[in-house]
């Protein structure tokens, strides 16, 4: 089975910090994902990552950034939390190789409360 | 950014009833996934379709790949309390990329 974890389940942090989530998957996937999920506004992209030291921009990035040091290890990072990045954000992975091996697995997703 | 017309957005049925959502998109697309959420936890993946026409089984969940490529069907027989949850279809774009639905909240009346 595929497992994708996440490093906290719940988060709260002041306004201006510097915020570390960390995914980490256990099975080899190339492609990791950043998402975050509001009321009203479903699953939003934030970043992705195929390969070690690779990273694309997603649908909103702004606010955001990203590492990907090691293959299983996929970190999101909140330079300066403000309020408006109050949500849950979700982690998922993905193999590339054939249709079948793309599917996203998602993590338990950590709930941010930025004060 | 893109997302997929699911619906209904919520529903209520009773136990042991048939449920039908559907999501529908006006790009084409050459995966479609579907997940449940229960509150608090992440997406779980339920089913995965990979072909226009492909009809899959898990259990008592069955989801179809519309042949235009542009919609998916899932359909819960004979509900149970632990279906409640929110349901969400994926589309796939591009090499990486997925695009979401809205969710259809399920609540299951005993």
């Known amino acids: 089975d595929v497992k994708v974890t996440q490093s906290s389940r719940y988060l709260v942090k002041r306004t201006g910090e510097k915020v570390f989530l960390e995914c980490v998957q256990d099975?080899?996937?190339?492609?990791m994902f950043w998402y975050r999920q509001d009321p009203g506004l479903g699953l939003r992209l934030i970043y992705f990552?195929?390969?070690?030291?690779?990273?694309e921009k997603g649908d909103i990035p702004e606010g955001y950034s990203v590492s990907r040091e090691k293959k299983e290890r996929f970190s999101l990072i909140l330079e300066s939390a403000s309020t408006n990045q109050t949500s849950m954000y979700l982690c998922?992975?993905?193999?590339?190789?054939?249709?079948?091996?793309?599917?996203?697995?998602f993590g338990p997703g950590t709930r941010l409360l930025v004060l | 950014g893109q997302q997929l017309n699911q619906s209904p957005q919520s529903m209520f049925i009773q136990e042991g009833e048939d449920v039908s959502m559907n999501c529908t998109s006006s790009?084409?697309?050459?995966?479609w996934l579907w997940y449940k959420q229960d509150p608090g936890e992440g997406p779980v993946l339920l089913i995965a379709l990979y072909k226009a026409g492909e009809l899959t089984s898990n259990g008592r969940l069955t989801a179809q790949f519309g042949i235009t490529r542009k919609d998916s069907f899932l359909n819960i027989s004979a509900s149970i309390p632990s279906d409640v949850g929110i349901y969400f279809c994926?589309?796939?774009?591009?090499?990486?990329?997925?695009?979401f639905g809205t969710g259809t909240r399920l609540k299951v009346l005993a």
């Open positions: 990552s195929y390969d070690v030291k690779m990273k």
């Open positions: 994926a589309g796939k774009t591009g090499t990486y990329k997925y695009i």
């Open positions: 099975m080899d996937h190339e492609n």
């Open positions: 790009s084409i697309f050459n995966t």
């Open positions: 998922a992975s993905s193999a590339s190789q054939g249709a079948k091996m793309e599917t996203q697995y």
